[in-house]
């Protein structure tokens, strides 16, 4: 494996970094990297390391925030000022109605008009604002509210002493748009990203919701009706539906953590890998940070863009990531309308009126004047009418269904986050995560200095019991939320009768907000060896010690997916030292080693058997779609893939990936032709031994093969010339692969403004070694570097390293960010 080492010659011109420090390191613990006792500087300082890394430092959490606003708007003010944009409604005003967005967790998944429909909603109903006013834990604590203020001031300086016509990056430079920002805009911000599991699957749906007859959306003008819907059986919806879920769980946002305990560590007591995979481009970028106030907190890691918290990372004795969970954050209910007048619906025998709300947006037309577009969107007593999930209909005819959002109300994941940072164990990062019950759709995994490994699905959750779940689905709903028809880390949606009011969420005594369930009922496990997670439900969490939790958090007893196989026999096999590396145990050198070297474990169960149905086809020839293929240039190109891997120099991976996509089709792993199906016994090692014999694997692999060379590329082309991102006009290879294939690394290639860039995938990368003593041992790379600003010196440097294989070995205490060759700071006077 690669490091990238740091330096130990300190410059002449860092002599001030020096002066403001030196009382840190004196006053600090140097056997723990503790953040001093003693008082901060009277000034928000900023000590910038390789790769541009800030390390923050303050003396209270305004000044704090005032550090990272600065540097975080030094990097990517576009990028903020962009999302700032979204979230007051205004990218038709300025963007015109017609451009994309991307207000959930996919990219450019709807039109500015939609996504400004759906955030003026939430400007009309003070959504935001009712929170604020709210005493914590469902309102901010002090010290968010603190750091928050600090934040605006600090992006408001750099834009203020840059000004918007002198800005670097060309994206926002001299833009109307961009603009001072306010600490509202901040927490809506936060609100956005908060509700955004949500979003990709129920905006649409919600903004264009009409009852039959009524004008359809975006002709009004013209008086166009909408047209009637043909509804679909409870299977055919529920199938659309799941298929669409799958389809979005395998290209979005995902993620790997594992946290090793005391007795699967080498020569410390803890160990974390964070391995998030987000968005490369838009508001879901990561930003890495080091925010220090002396005696109150120290930590460092990755937060989300426009948050002065550190989301994923660690401090002076606890690591901790979080990764997509499945817990559906929302529900929906089915209304039965009157048919004479379908704005009402039956509730428990009576008929109720729906809440009409006119929500009204300004649009650039084609000439540049100004237009208004205003809607008329529906509610119930349970929420928002939504006429689409996923993209699928849900007609609104002889019923209507009602969106309930876990998150629409949830600002506490500020709090979750502030309290994380300063958390002391993993025993406080569980009471943390109980009593703020914020965290939207995520799974927590941590270690810490003692030796613990946790796992905690403890989330926002619909507070739905089996009983109640069994009571109150549709039939529609069964097929969605019952298991053994989906995918296991497809999340279970719920489709309630909405007939009976007996069947909204009830309210727990135990949870924070009305409608939670109560977080001693969620999973959690605490072991010494290893938990981690890739996106299935708690079940596996470790093998060893399956866990059980009610049905809406999702399946049990059901396939785990092919990078969940990988990451538990990566552990497993490295803890008992049958990797084929040397000794017992993690290190960070074999934690690195493991995760880029990129296995995939698809390959492991299924190469084989495809060179076999490769060999057998009679004379190597298929017709597919009229063209005679020849296969048979493939086998032998699969058959040297000995390594099975998705490193930058592998081929053949290419061809195999294109082919497994193909034969896996959107189904779940069981779905394929294997000769030993799955066996709950034996979750990790079944399904296994591919049926070379079954057409679908033949057919798979000819169409892949006839799909490259239609395309111009060699079946043997290497990774590097395939998988690429262009950054100031250098090609950078990017090594790993797609999540269907079971490679940790996950990798999502696509188009991005006409060129081939990565859309989702690894982003920021951590690991954190603990000793009994001594400070944190942690190395990590910004996959796509810390800048989305192409004229930035950090727009694509850790990108060349992520390519490289290799790592920042960070720098925490006071004496090792002193001591950085590059070391460059500035004081915000």
Request: proline residues 7%.
């Amino acid at each position: 494996m690669a490091w990238r080492r740091r330096g130990s010659r300190l410059p002449v011109a860092v002599t001030a970094a020096v002066a403001v420090v030196s009382t840190m390191a004196a006053t600090g613990s140097a056997a723990t990297g503790a953040a001093a006792a003693g008082p901060g500087p009277d000034r928000p300082t900023i000590r910038y390391t390789e790769y541009g890394i800030p390390h923050i430092i303050a003396s209270n959490w305004e000044d704090l925030g005032t550090g990272y606003g600065y540097a975080a708007a030094k990097d990517n003010i576009c990028t903020l000022a962009d999302t700032y944009l979204m979230v007051n409604a205004q990218r038709s005003r300025y963007l015109g109605p017609d451009g994309r967005a991307s207000p959930g967790q996919d990219q450019n998944t709807t039109s500015n008009l939609n996504s400004d429909l759906y955030f003026q909603r939430i400007k009309d109903n003070r959504v935001v604002e009712r929170l604020l006013d709210q005493p914590a834990p469902n309102g901010p604590e002090p010290e968010v509210k603190e750091a928050i203020r600090g934040y605006v001031q600090g992006y408001n300086r750099y834009l203020s002493e840059t000004g918007v016509n002198d800005l670097s990056d060309p994206a926002c430079r001299g833009a109307a748009w961009v603009r001072p920002i306010t600490e509202l805009d901040v927490y809506r911000h936060a609100h956005a990203e908060i509700i955004m599991g949500s979003a990709d699957a129920l905006l649409d749906g919600q903004v264009n919701a009409a009852p039959p007859g009524a004008p359809a959306a975006g002709a009004a003008s013209r008086g166009a009706r909408a047209a009637a819907p043909r509804a679909s059986s409870p299977a055919e919806t529920a199938k659309k539906i799941r298929d669409a879920m799958t389809v979005s769980r395998q290209q979005g946002m995902g993620s790997n953590a594992l946290a090793v305990g005391s007795q699967g560590v080498s020569g410390g007591t803890g160990m974390l890998l964070a391995n998030p995979h987000f968005p490369w481009q838009g508001k879901n970028r990561m930003w890495q940070s080091q925010l220090t106030i002396p005696g109150k907190v120290n930590v460092s890691g990755a937060s989300l863009l426009g948050f002065p918290a550190v989301n994923i990372g660690y401090n002076e004795n606890v690591a901790w990531s979080h990764t997509v969970a499945t817990v559906a954050p929302f529900g929906l209910f089915d209304v039965q309308v009157d048919p004479l007048n379908p704005t009402k619906y039956l509730v428990d025998g009576a008929w109720e009126q729906m809440t009409s709300q006119q929500v009204g947006v300004d649009v650039r037309n084609a000439d540049g004047t100004l237009g208004r577009v205003t809607r008329t969107l529906w509610s119930t007593r349970y929420g928002p009418i939504t006429t689409s999930v996923q993209g699928v209909p849900l007609p609104w005819v002889v019923s209507a269904h009602a969106v309930r959002d876990v998150n629409m109300h949830n600002l506490r994941a500020l709090n979750t986050w502030f309290r994380l940072d300063q958390a002391k164990d993993v025993h406080d990062v569980v009471n943390t995560l109980e009593t703020t019950q914020g965290v939207p759709f995520f799974n927590t995994v941590a270690s810490d200095r003692k030796g613990n490994a946790l796992y905690a699905d403890i989330q926002a959750t619909p507070n739905i019991t089996d009983e109640h779940a069994r009571s109150c689905l549709t039939m529609t709903g069964q097929l969605l939320f019952n298991p053994g028809l989906r995918p296991s880390n497809v999340p279970p949606v719920s489709i309630f009768d909405g007939k009976r009011s007996a069947c909204d969420w009830p309210d727990d005594p135990n949870a924070v907000a009305p409608g939670l369930m109560d977080p001693h009922q969620q999973p959690r496990l605490i072991r010494s060896d290893f938990v981690g997670n890739a996106n299935d439900s708690a079940w596996l969490a470790n093998p060893e010690q399956p866990l059980s939790f009610p049905q809406v958090m999702g399946d049990t007893v059901t396939p785990r997916s092919l990078r969940t196989q990988e990451l538990i026999l990566t552990a497993r096999n490295r803890i008992n030292g049958t990797d084929g590396l040397p000794g017992k145990g993690f290190t960070p050198q074999t934690m690195g080693k493991l995760l880029f070297a990129d296995n995939s474990r698809a390959a492991d169960l299924a190469l084989n058997a495809t060179v076999t149905a490769c060999r057998n086809t009679p004379f190597g020839l298929v017709l597919v779609d009229g063209n005679l293929v020849n296969v048979s240039e493939a086998c032998p190109i699969l058959d040297a893939w000995k390594t099975h891997d998705y490193t930058a120099d592998s081929r053949g991976s290419w061809l195999f990936a294109n082919y497994w996509v193909r034969l896996l089709g959107g189904q779940s792993i069981d779905k394929l032709p294997w000769r030993v199906a799955f066996d709950p016994k034996d979750p990790v090692h079944t399904p296994n031994s591919l049926d070379s014999g079954n057409s679908a694997v033949r057919d798979a692999l000819v169409r892949a093969v006839h799909a490259l060379r239609t395309a111009g590329i060699p079946l043997n082309a290497p990774l590097s010339d395939v998988q690429k991102v262009t950054r100031g006009g250098e090609q950078i290879p990017i090594h790993g692969s797609l999540h269907q294939l079971g490679v940790l690394n996950v990798i999502t290639p696509g188009q991005v403004d006409g060129q081939l860039d990565i859309v989702f995938g690894s982003s920021f990368i951590q690991q954190v070694r603990f000793t009994s003593d001594g400070p944190p041992e942690a190395y990590s790379v910004m996959a796509y570097s810390q800048s989305a600003n192409p004229n930035s010196p950090h727009y694509a440097d850790q990108t060349k390293l992520f390519s490289a294989g290799q790592w920042v070995t960070e720098r925490f205490t006071e004496e090792q960010i002193a001591a950085s060759p590059e070391l460059r700071t500035k004081v915000l006077d």
